[in-house]
C-alpha cells in the first residue's frame, strides 16, 4: 500500500496547479502542469514495473 500512499499523496500535491491553470486560465501553471503529468507517468511506469516483477516471482514460485 505505500505504493498507493504514494500515487495518491503525488496526485494530491498537482491541485493548486490544476486549479491554477484550469480555473484561473494562469498559462505559467499549465507548464508545472505538464511537469506533474511526466512525474505521474514516471511513478505509474514504476509501478507497472513492481507489479510485473512481483507477479512473475509469485508465478515461479508456485510452479516449483
Known amino acids: 500500500m505505500d505504493r498507493f500512499n504514494q500515487l495518491k499523496s503525488l496526485v494530491e500535491s498537482f ?15 499549465g507548464v508545472r502542469v505538464r511537469k506533474h503529468m ?18 512473475k516471482d509469485g508465478d515461479d514460485s508456485s510452479e516449483g
Open 15 to 29: 491541485e493548486k496547479d490544476f486549479e491554477k491553470f484550469y480555473v484561473k486560465d494562469n498559462k505559467a501553471a
Open 38 to 55: 511526466q512525474e505521474l507517468r514516471a511513478l505509474a511506469q514504476e509501478i507497472r514495473m513492481d507489479v510485473q516483477s512481483r507477479k
